[in-house]
Each structure stands twice: as C-alpha cells, then as structure tokens.
C-alpha cells in the first residue's frame, strides 16, 4: 500500500497499519519511509523564517532555531498483534496503544503553514483512541523541525491537548530531527524508533543543540520540559506511555501512542546469526 503525505508519511503508514491489525485485516505489516535527495548535495536555497536551516543543524524548540536540515534515511519497523508476538516469541521493543490521522489544510493560512487546532485534535484523537490520560504520558517524540513559527505552534497544540496551561512540567519533549535532520517521508518512523529504543533501554536521549528555549514558547506554564540531558525512564507501578507526533506540509498530521513492551523471559539463548523471512 502506497501512502504519501509528505512529512508524515511514515507515520501515516504505521497509523494505518496499527488500525489494519485491529480489524483483522492481516496479520503483520511492513510500515516505514525512505528519503533519497535527488541529486545528491545539491544543496538549498536559505530564506529569512523559511524551512531550510542557515548551517544545517536543526535546534529544536532553541532560541537559535532557525529552521531544518533535510536528510536522507530509511526506517521500516514489524507490527504484529501483541498476542501474536507472544505467540512466537518475537522481541518486542514497544507497544502501539493508539493512533489518529486528520488533514487541517482549510484550517490553515497557507499550504505550509501548520494549524494549532488540527494537531491538537489529532494528538487528543490518538489519546482517547488508546484510552489514556494525558497526565500518564511523561514522553512526547515531537515533530520538531526548529523553525521559528513551528516550534512554538506545536508546543501550544500539546498543550492544548494534555488540558491546557499546567505548569507541571511532566512530560519530557524531544525530536530525533536534533540528531539526524528531517528525513521527509522517513521521519515519522524514525521517531518511532527512537521512542521505541527509549522505552526498550528505559533512557530517554537529550535533545541535541538546545541551550535556551525558543522566546516564544513558555513552557513554564506547560505540561512539557526539553530533555537537556539523558534521563532514566524506568519501569513502575505505572506503565510508561509516550506520544510521536509528525505533521505533513499540506495538512495531514498523524499522532501515534507508544507504550512499554511486557517482561518477557527468553525461551533460551539467542543464535548469533539469525534467518530474516520475508
């Protein structure tokens, strides 16, 4: 199945085969996106509060966020029902709790343009899909592409969707983007997977590049802390829960809920090498 909506693509995909697995409608699925800029450094063009970054760092939600350095990548993930994966003894980095996709295009002022209220829907979507509270939540992989507008725009559509101005601090905010640049069709299972390895080690990763946030998001009065340095995660009497958000330039946003994986004891040691069938 052939999905393409932009940024989000990947996690669009994962959505939708998340939902084909809840229906009965197979029993695995292949989710993921692959980014390959053609030709190869070709470089970019940097406008004034464009998209591109002036020196090719992206600095997520930092007072020096100027915009996005585009990658190239590939990241593909296996989802299985959970009771099927126990079934077979798969290894198991995360679970999907829930998940929700909407298009905001007429909502916003340009065809680039990101929309508060349709990314709060769609991460309030995803919340009440997966049944949770968003005061469980205590990680949040954003879209994060460091621009000027953007960031602050995503922070106040979460906050917007976790109940409004807290205070609290909770939750921990991050982006991959910070690490390895956006991977356009790529970058929302590249979040997944990073979330999913953050729940698997029960590390959250730092942020890279952020020194002082960005004047126009007060998370002061939010839910939400930029994850300045590695943070344990450990498991607990409660469940750890976590949020991706991707957004697609042109209006299709997707959210997705990430929860840990069970504690499973291995049937026996692992070989070294291992048959992948497709």
């Not at 292949?30 to 450094?41: F, Q, R, W």
């Not at 990548?73 to 198991?92: S, T, Y």
């Not at 205070?167 to 390895?180: E, F, T």
């Not at 939400?224 to 330039?249: H, K, M, Q, Y």
């Amino acid at each position: 199945l052939s999905i393409h909506t932009a940024c989000s693509t990947s996690l669009v995909e994962i959505a939708q085969a998340f939902k084909a697995l809840r229906d009965g409608e197979c029993d695995m699925a292949l989710a993921g996106g692959i980014a390959i800029t053609v030709p190869i450094n070709s470089g970019i063009d940097y406008n004034e509060g464009g998209m591109y970054s002036p020196d090719g760092s992206t600095r997520t939600f930092d007072a020096d966020g100027k915009g996005t350095s585009f990658s190239d990548g590939v990241g593909i993930v296996v989802l299985k029902r959970l009771e099927d994966a126990l079934r077979d003894n798969d290894h198991i980095y995360a679970t999907v709790k829930g998940a929700a996709v909407n298009n905001d295009g007429s909502d916003k002022a340009s065809f680039t343009a990101p929309s508060v209220r349709g990314q709060a829907e769609v991460i309030a979507m995803a919340q009440a899909d997966a049944d949770v509270d968003p005061k469980d939540i205590s990680y949040v992989e954003a879209h994060g592409t460091a621009t000027p507008l953007g960031d602050p725009i995503e922070v106040e559509a979460l906050t917007l969707a976790f109940g409004g101005q807290t205070g609290d601090q909770h939750c921990m905010i991050g982006s991959i983007k910070s690490n390895i640049g956006h991977l356009t069709a790529a970058a929302g299972v590249a979040g997944v997977i990073k979330t999913a390895l953050a729940l698997h080690e029960e590390q959250i990763p730092a942020s890279i590049g952020f020194q002082k946030p960005n004047p126009a998001i007060d998370f002061a009065q939010s839910p939400f802390r930029v994850a300045i340095d590695n943070a344990s995660w450990r498991r607990s009497e409660t469940p750890r829960l976590a949020g991706v958000s991707s957004f697609g330039v042109g209006g299709t946003n997707a959210h997705l809920i990430l929860g840990e994986a069970p504690l499973v004891t291995p049937s026996s040691s692992s070989r070294d090498k291992q048959l992948f069938l497709l």
